[in-house]
């Protein structure tokens, strides 16, 4: 037994639709190159230290206000640093989310569906 598509899909429609995966592959394409030449970045500790990546999440930059360097207050500093390059990620992974989510528009719906691999 052959599978058949819905008669919207047949013929002209087919065409159309592959019209439309086609510009949603090339919008996701396009937001994902925007997100990854953005930059994100988080401060902590009021201010004292700021992480910075880019939308390919990997860590551009550090700053440290001089005033919290103090030996005796490794641990805090380390765990200033850390919470801020979460946070500074986390941004650039919830803005590549949403511009996935943005690009694919009404698409994912239909496709997945239709039970096509990796469509939600």
Same mark, same amino acid.
């Given at each position: 037994?052959?599978? %058949?598509?819905?008669? #919207?899909? @047949? ?39 700021? @992480? ?10 550090? %700053? ?19 919470? $801020?390059?979460? #946070? $500074?990620?986390?941004? @650039?992974?919830? $803005?590549?989310?949403? $511009? ?7 698409? @994912? ?12």
């Amino acid at each position: 037994m052959k599978a %058949r598509l819905p008669k #919207e899909y @047949a013929g002209g429609g087919q065409a159309a639709m592959m019209k439309q995966l086609q510009k949603m592959q090339d919008d996701m394409a396009a937001a994902q190159q925007q997100v990854e030449e953005s930059t994100f970045s988080a401060s902590v500790g009021g201010g004292t230290v700021t @992480a910075e990546c880019n939308g390919k999440q990997q860590l551009t930059g550090i %700053r440290i206000d001089p005033e919290v360097i103090d030996p005796e207050e490794a641990d805090m500093l380390e765990d200033l640093v850390l919470a $801020a390059v979460n #946070e $500074a990620l986390s941004k @650039a992974t919830a $803005a590549m989310d949403g $511009a996935m989510s943005q690009a694919q528009g009404g698409m @994912a719906g239909m496709l997945g569906g239709m039970g096509l691999p990796g469509m939600m």
